[in-house]
C-alpha cells in the first residue's frame, strides 16, 4: 500500500513538473523598429534569456505577409543551421550568433522596399518553455530633387475665378514625401487650393505631384514663390527647396505720372523736350497726351517736342485710357518754355562820332529771365551794363563793338548785336617799329604804312627826289587803312608814306641806307688798274725778247690776223697822249683809239 502511494506521488510530481514548464515563458528582448536605407544591409537583432544552453535551444526566424501569415525563413536547433528555400530572403539573409551568449542577429542583405514587413525571432527552451519577440524593418529611399515651373505666362487680378498658378513635383521617394507651397518665405496653408496627386511608380517608389490654384493679387507681382519638400531617413526627416519663380501679374492703372524726362532743369527755346506718360498698371492701355485741346498719341509712353518755341508752353495732361472697362485716369504737368528775344542795339547797326564827342549806346534784349549784358571789342570785354558811353572819342574809339546778352540760369542762352562806331577825323598814321632801315645793295625791302581816320584816308608812296612809287592795292579794315610797297635798294634812299582824306593829311618817312654799294665801286678800280699793270708787264718783256722765244722786233710788214688784234688802251686824265698796245707790244697811234676808255677787241 505505501509502495503504491509512494508511486502515485512521483507520478504527480512529474505532471506537476510539466505543467509548471509548460506555464512558463522565455524572454525575447527586440527592437520596435530597424530603420535602413534601400540597398543597404539590414541588421536586427534577438536576445533571450534561456538556461538550457546550445542543446536545449531553438531558433527559428518568421516574417509577416501582407496579408497576416506567418512565413518561416529560418530555423537553428544544435545540431543544424537551416535558410528556408522559396522566399524573397532565401538568397539574402544570414543569422550570426549559436545563442549560447542570449543573443543573435538576422543579416539582410541588399534591403529592398518590399522587405519592409515585421520580422519575429521566436525561442523554445525545453525546459523554461518557449517565446519570441517582433522587429519592424523600415525602408528608405531618398527622392530626386524636386522641379518648379509656372502654369501659365500671366495672371490677371480681374480673373473671378482661382488661377493655376503652379506646379511642384518630386519623384522617387520613399516613403511617400511631403510638399508645402511657400509665398516670400510663408507658407500657403489658408488661402490656397492645393491639388495633391501621388504616383507609385513601378519600383515601388512614390512620385508627388502639387498643384497651387489661387486667387492672384497686385502685390503677387513681387512674391516668390516656392516649394518645400520634407522625406524621411533613417533616423529622422529631411527637406530640400525648389528655386524661387516670379509670376506675370496683370492689373490695371490706378493711377499715372508724366514727367519731362529731358532737357533736365529749365526749358528754352530751341530745345527737343521729351515728356514721358506712364500708368502705374501693366495692362494694355492706351496712353495719350493732350494740349491746347489737342491730343496726341504716345510712341513708347513717349512725346517728343523738338525745336519747341514760347508756344509750347502751357499744360500737358496725360490719359491712360483702360481698355477692358473704357475707365480714364488723367495726370496734369505745366511746361514752360523760356525765350530770349534778339538784342537791339540803339542808335543802330553804324554810328559816325566826331573826335571829342561822346558815344552813348545801349543794348536790351527782351527774356523771360534775368539778362546780364556785356561789351566786347576785338574779342576783349571793355564794359558790362546795357548802357555803352565813351567821352571824348578819338580814332582808337573806332571799331565795331559786340553786345553780349546772356541768360546767367541757363547755359547756351544767349543773344548778341554788332554796333559798328566810325570817328570822323582827319588821318592818323600808326607808327612803324621801324623808320631807319639798312638792307643790302640790290635787295628789295618792303614798306608797310597803316593809318586810322574817318573818311576813310588815301595813300600814296613817294620818294625824296618826287618820285611815286606804285604800291600794293590798300587793305581796309574797321577802323584802318594798310598800304605796302616793295622798294629796290641801289642807293640810300628816302621814301615818305602820305594818308590823307577830306579833312586833312598825316606823313611819315622811311630813310632806307645801301649796305655795300662804295665797296663794290672800288673793287671796280682796282680791276682796271691790274689790268694796266699787267699790260705794261707785259709789253716790257715783249721788247727784251722774253716772250715767245723772239728776240727784235716783230716784222712789220707781216699781215697781222683778225683774232690777234687784241688792243688795249689805258688813258688818263693827266695826258692828252693814250697808249695802245697790241699783242706784239707796239705802240698804236692816238687816232686808232676809238673814243672810248676801256676798249677790248678782238
Aim: charged share 20%.
Amino acid at each position: 500500500m505505501a509502495v503504491q502511494d509512494a508511486g502515485f506521488l512521483l507520478v504527480g510530481l512529474l505532471v506537476l513538473f510539466h505543467t509548471w514548464g509548460a506555464w512558463a515563458t522565455v524572454e525575447v528582448n527586440m527592437e520596435d523598429r530597424v530603420e535602413v536605407f534601400r540597398g543597404e544591409t539590414a541588421q536586427i537583432a534577438c536576445m533571450f534569456k534561456s538556461d538550457d544552453g546550445i542543446g536545449g535551444t531553438t531558433i527559428k526566424w518568421f516574417y509577416t505577409t501582407r496579408s497576416g501569415e506567418r512565413q518561416n525563413i529560418y530555423f537553428q536547433d544544435s545540431t543544424m543551421k537551416t535558410v528556408h528555400r522559396g522566399t524573397p530572403f532565401t538568397d539574402r539573409i544570414s543569422v550570426n550568433g549559436t545563442g549560447a551568449s542570449g543573443g543573435v542577429v538576422l543579416t539582410i542583405h541588399n534591403v529592398r522596399l518590399e522587405d519592409e514587413l515585421e520580422f519575429i525571432c521566436f525561442i523554445n527552451s525545453l525546459t523554461v518553455g518557449d517565446g519570441e519577440g517582433r522587429t519592424k524593418l523600415k525602408v528608405f529611399e531618398t527622392p530626386a530633387l524636386p522641379t518648379i515651373e509656372v502654369a501659365q505666362k500671366g495672371f490677371s487680378v480681374s480673373e473671378d475665378s482661382l488661377s493655376k498658378i503652379g506646379v511642384c513635383e518630386v519623384k522617387n521617394g520613399f516613403p511617400k514625401p511631403n510638399i508645402t507651397w511657400y509665398r516670400n518665405n510663408t507658407p500657403l496653408r489658408s488661402i490656397q487650393d492645393v491639388v495633391l496627386t501621388t504616383t507609385v511608380e513601378s519600383s515601388g517608389l512614390y512620385s508627388v505631384r502639387s498643384e497651387l490654384n489661387m486667387k492672384v493679387m497686385k502685390e503677387d507681382k513681387d512674391a516668390l514663390f516656392y516649394c518645400e519638400v520634407n522625406y524621411f531617413v533613417p533616423g529622422g526627416t529631411r527637406m530640400t527647396e525648389t528655386n524661387r519663380i516670379n509670376i506675370t501679374v496683370y492689373y490695371p492703372s490706378t493711377a499715372v505720372s508724366v514727367w519731362v524726362e529731358s532737357p533736365k532743369g529749365k526749358i528754352k527755346e530751341g530745345d527737343s523736350v521729351e515728356l514721358h506718360c506712364h500708368g502705374n498698371g501693366n495692362i494694355e492701355s492706351s496712353i495719350s497726351i493732350t494740349h491746347a485741346g489737342v491730343e496726341q498719341n504716345l510712341d513708347s509712353n513717349m512725346l517728343v517736342l523738338n525745336n519747341v518755341t514760347r508756344l509750347n508752353s502751357g499744360v500737358y495732361q496725360c490719359n491712360s485710357l483702360d481698355l477692358d472697362t473704357f475707365e480714364t485716369i488723367s495726370r496734369n504737368i505745366t511746361v514752360f518754355v523760356n525765350y530770349l528775344d534778339p538784342a537791339v542795339v540803339i542808335p543802330g547797326d553804324t554810328v559816325v562820332v566826331a573826335q571829342g564827342e561822346e558815344l552813348k549806346a545801349t543794348c536790351n534784349a527782351l527774356s523771360s529771365l534775368q539778362t546780364h549784358t556785356a561789351w566786347f571789342k576785338n574779342g576783349e570785354e571793355v564794359l558790362k551794363g546795357h548802357t555803352l558811353i565813351v567821352k571824348d572819342v578819338t580814332l582808337h574809339t573806332a571799331g565795331t563793338y559786340v553786345c553780349m546778352v546772356t541768360v546767367p540760369e541757363i547755359k547756351g542762352m544767349e543773344t548778341s548785336g554788332t554796333l559798328r562806331v566810325n570817328v570822323m577825323g582827319k588821318p592818323e598814321i600808326v607808327k612803324p617799329d621801324n623808320t631807319e632801315i639798312e638792307e643790302s645793295f640790290e635787295k628789295s625791302v618792303e614798306l608797310s604804312c597803316l593809318a586810322r581816320g574817318f573818311p576813310a584816308p588815301s595813300i600814296t608812296w613817294t620818294t625824296s627826289d618826287g618820285k611815286v612809287l606804285k604800291a600794293e592795292p590798300q587793305k581796309q579794315t574797321e577802323d584802318s587803312v594798310q598800304s605796302v610797297v616793295r622798294v629796290k635798294v641801289t642807293s640810300d634812299l628816302t621814301v615818305v608814306c602820305n594818308a590823307s582824306n577830306k579833312l586833312g593829311t598825316d606823313a611819315v618817312t622811311f630813310s632806307i641806307k645801301a649796305k655795300g654799294s662804295g665797296v663794290i665801286i672800288a673793287v671796280i678800280i682796282i680791276c682796271i688798274l691790274l689790268l694796266a699793270i699787267l699790260g705794261s708787264v707785259l709789253y716790257f718783256l715783249y721788247k727784251k725778247g722774253k716772250i715767245c722765244g723772239r728776240s727784235g722786233k716783230q716784222d712789220l710788214t707781216k699781215e697781222k690776223s683778225n683774232k690777234d688784234n687784241i688792243v688795249v688802251e689805258m688813258k688818263s686824265d693827266n695826258t692828252e697822249e693814250a697808249i695802245l698796245l697790241g699783242v706784239n707790244g707796239e705802240k698804236q697811234p692816238p687816232s686808232d683809239q676809238g673814243g672810248e676808255d676801256l676798249v677790248v677787241q678782238k
